[in-house]
């Protein structure tokens, strides 16, 4: 019942932050200095003359009031309807749906790398604490995180593509087209995660639970594995909050490594001012938060009593 | 005891780690010897090549061809004109010959007998009369286009007769009838609610390919229409892959991904990567003869550049030969004219300006814009200074604007350069709002009909920086008369006017005259250029063994 009761309030508080924030996505791309008209007929590439303008306005609604579209954007966008593309045409739902698969498909490959890799290093770096591998890692780390992501992606397609040819340079065409994506993207987090876990497993290591399982001459690898149930709580908190800014913060890998997924979608809306796609992006992206914001709470609730269903 | 404790404690840490890097490194090798088996079926194949990998930007997206919402090379391999353009000019395609009236409002078009749509329907007076129609019937989107407006009515005169009426004596009437848009073919069964401007159920067409296969935002594939009543194409298929990045594109093409890169003013490949390419000696490279015009456009409508002297002195600043030489390699001529004299009617006998500082200072001074002390003109205590806008996406422009930014201050203007991103550049084309803005004509085969047509059109640039002049009136009549003018000797003189007053108003500073490029594989063959810039001759391309 109270769990019942948590959701519920949850829920309802959702509902005035998404609204807020659909307002701000209608508001904020009506003030743009682009008539929505004729930047629909250029992208289709079609002279925007005052004739073909005031037609295009009339298609798409925009001779009503701007209160008036909004709501009839909203009421849309509630039954799934988000209109069509200025692109080309088709309905911006479809499109999103198209492209959402692939990007799901890259941050759970992304995923995998970031969390084998962080937890590996991690427990490594925790254990040897102080070592030169730790010293050495650490920085390795460090340095790579610092690059940009389109340069490393750059350099690994031409390493591992180019003069290697392990892997197609770009494209969607079999698995081995995910794991130069997914690398690159994953290297952004890596640092993040293998440092919480490093952190949190020397943290723990300090604590009486470790020293009470020592004087009871527990196997060193049971402790390590007590060690690193109780640093992964946090780790798994952050890492499931990392999943939306996975999904929403694939734009420069997609771009570089011809991924057809929501980031393409989303740059070649920008680009183009195609405002159906753009709206229903932000829309959507907000959802995503709040909805991963919530269940991570809820998640960590349930694992950890202490932190209390309140909302 | 206590150090055989730690000892023992200090090896189990050590058979811990050992386990775990061993663990780490099989997955990695596994996960490496996996990508490199499957990697390694890729393109490597040493038999003979059947499918050209051909990589661009932008997707072939909806290639309707009597709309804009495509890619224009795509669609030329699918659907084809009654007429096409070529190098000895209007030559025959779906009509095997035509006939005009005395009045030149009157077409004629005897259609092929052996063609059919690749969907089995046939192709014949009816087909071309309801195409022409669904064109027609969608006026507003095609205002661009003087013919579409000229249309009076078509008329199937017989199965394969078709006779075009036109208002007035149009004369570019083949030429646009040629153009890769939209008087184009596709076949009835394809219609929806009885035209196309609400879109089409596929894309059958008569053309060499076939679209047999897209996924959207990643590649389209095109085979070869078995069925075609012309050159059959050489190659079973063409792959368009979709790649946004430009660098992604370059490390395609080197490791064998891609066959063929092709495009126009920086579109798919700098001029420098070209070079680089070039001089990398790998791979075979081509460029057309000139196209289109490379120019920047004076805003004869803005406070310091209404004055005719300062638009000519603007003339003799830019130093077009280093421009170039220095930044475009040497691959574009020089322009003296707005028009290119081998561009039909354009051949007017003007004299192009050149390079002179000392002409622009003295006619500086003499439109009462002096030196001052910080090096810039100054005239009524307001400084001689304007701003070029170019498109951000293009590096080219950048580099260029920076370097008539140095020829303005050898004679004391001061030029403020604004990249913009291509839908607020586009924009500011619309308000007028720019002192110089870097302008491309149409290119062949749309000048100069069609380019000097959108002149008077007020979301161009042109119409806005021309809107200054004091004869613009007179400029815009004149245009329209030309496209009616059924007697060639009095168009001619009718465009020499209207060339000389633009060249001597000084409304465009010429630059160069801008090629097409194309790199490809060693292996590749018969790669040459369509007189358009936006359409690939993929038709007439093979492997050579």
């Not at chain 1, 995923?111 to 920085?139: K, N, Q, T, W």
């Not at chain 1, 340079?169 to 952004?188: D, K, R």
């Not at chain 2, 009617?345 to 001074?365: E, F, I």
């Not at chain 2, 009718?494 to 007053?501: C, F, G, S, V």
Request: charge should be neutral; include cysteine.
């Amino acid at each position: 019942m109270r769990i019942k009761n948590y959701l519920i309030q949850r829920v309802i508080a959702i509902i005035p932050i998404l609204i807020g924030i659909s307002f701000l996505a209608f508001f904020l791309i009506s003030l743009s200095p682009s008539d929505p008209a004729e930047v629909a007929l250029r992208v289709q590439e079609i002279t925007p003359t005052p004739e073909v303008v005031k037609s295009m306005r009339c298609e798409l609604g925009l001779d009503k009031p701007l209160l008036i579209r909004y709501a009839n954007w909203l009421r849309a966008s509630l039954h799934g309807d988000f209109g069509k593309s200025y692109i080309n045409n088709r309905l911006v739902i479809n499109e999103i749906g198209n492209a959402i698969p692939p990007t799901l498909a890259l941050v759970a490959v992304t995923l995998a790398i970031i969390s084998s890799v962080s937890i590996v290093a991690g427990i490594l770096c925790a254990v040897h604490e102080g070592s030169a591998g730790d010293i050495i890692f650490r920085g390795l780390i460090f340095w790579i995180t610092a690059m940009p992501s389109f340069w490393v992606g750059l350099l690994l397609m031409w390493l591992f593509s180019v003069k290697f040819n392990w892997f197609p340079t770009s494209g969607m065409e079999g698995f081995t087209s995910v794991i130069l994506p997914a690398v690159t993207l994953s290297l952004t987090y890596i640092s993040t995660y293998f440092r919480l876990i490093r952190n949190n497993m020397i943290q723990n290591k300090q604590e009486n639970y470790v020293l009470y399982a020592r004087s009871l001459g527990l196997k060193e690898r049971t402790i390590t594995r007590h060690i690193l149930k109780n640093s992964l709580q946090s780790s798994l908190t952050a890492l499931g909050m990392s999943i939306p800014k996975l999904i929403a913060g694939t734009v420069i890998v997609e771009n570089i490594f011809a991924w057809p997924g929501i980031g393409r979608l989303c740059v070649s809306a920008i680009f183009n001012r195609d405002y159906p796609i753009i709206q229903a992006y932000v829309l959507l992206m907000a959802l995503l938060f709040v909805v991963c914001s919530l269940v991570v709470d809820f998640l960590s609730a349930l694992l950890d009593p202490r932190l209390g269903l309140e909302v | 005891m206590l150090n055989l404790l730690n000892t023992l404690q200090r090896e189990k840490r050590l058979i811990i780690f050992k386990r775990a890097l061993t663990l780490c490194l099989t997955s990695i090798l596994s996960l490496s010897v996996a990508a490199f088996s499957i990697a390694g079926t890729g393109d490597k194949s040493p038999i003979k090549k059947s499918q050209l990998l051909y990589a661009s930007t932008k997707d072939i997206r909806d290639i309707n061809p009597h709309l804009y919402g495509g890619e224009m090379a795509a669609q030329n391999m699918v659907f084809e004109p009654l007429v096409v353009n070529s190098d000895k000019g209007i030559v025959p395609a779906l009509a095997e010959r035509w006939d005009i009236s005395e009045d030149g409002k009157r077409y004629t078009f005897y259609l092929r007998k052996d063609v059919r749509f690749t969907d089995g329907a046939p192709f014949n007076s009816t087909a071309v009369k309801i195409n022409i129609d669904a064109v027609v019937a969608n006026l507003e989107r095609h205002a661009w286009l003087e013919l579409v407006n000229q249309i009076d009515h078509g008329e199937v005169v017989d199965q394969f007769t078709y006779k075009l009426v036109l208002k007035n004596p149009y004369y570019p009437t083949l030429e646009e009838l040629a153009l890769t848009r939209p008087f184009r073919f596709i076949s009835p069964r394809c219609f929806v609610k009885k035209g196309t401007k609400d879109g089409v159920t596929g894309y059958s067409g008569t053309g060499p390919w076939v679209l047999s296969e897209h996924k959207n935002n990643q590649y389209a594939v095109f085979t070869a229409n078995k069925d075609y009543w012309g050159a059959k194409p050489k190659i079973a298929s063409v792959k368009w892959k979709v790649m946004p990045d430009h660098q992604t594109i370059l490390l395609a093409l080197q490791k064998g991904e891609i066959d063929l890169l092709f495009g126009a003013d920086g579109d798919m490949i700098d001029l420098d990567s070209f070079r680089a390419l070039e001089k990398e000696g790998k791979y075979q490279t081509a460029i057309s003869p000139p196209i289109a015009s490379r120019a920047i456009l004076l805003n004869a409508h803005q406070p310091i550049t209404s004055d005719q002297k300062v638009r000519r002195a603007f003339q003799y600043v830019v130093d077009k030969k280093a421009i170039a030489e220095g930044i475009l390699n040497g691959s574009e001529a020089v322009a003296d004219t707005l028009l290119s004299p081998n561009v039909p009617y354009c051949n007017v006998g003007l004299t192009g300006y050149g390079y002179d500082p000392d002409k622009a200072n003295q006619l500086l001074s003499d439109a009462g814009w002096q030196m001052e002390s910080d090096g810039y003109r100054h005239k009524s205590g307001q400084l001689c200074e304007v701003t070029i806008y170019f498109n951000s996406d293009n590096s080219q422009e950048r580099t260029i604007s920076e370097y008539m930014q140095s020829n303005m201050k050898d004679v004391g203007v001061k030029l403020k350069i604004v990249g913009e991103e291509k839908q607020a550049f586009l924009d500011r084309q619309k308000t007028g709002a720019f002192d110089l803005q870097y302008s491309l004509s149409w290119g062949t085969p749309y000048d100069p009909q069609s380019y000097i047509s959108s002149w008077r059109i007020a979301a161009h640039g042109d119409y806005q920086a021309q809107l200054g002049l004091t004869r613009k009136a007179w400029l815009d009549e004149t245009i329209g008369k030309i496209l009616i003018e059924a007697d060639r000797a009095k168009r001619q003189e009718m465009y020499r006017e209207i060339l000389t007053y633009i060249h001597e108003e000084s409304v465009y500073i010429p630059i160069t005259y801008s090629c097409t490029k194309a790199v490809f594989t060693p292996g590749l063959k018969g790669v040459t250029f369509n007189p358009s810039q936006y359409e690939i001759a993929f038709e007439k391309m093979y492997f050579e063994n």
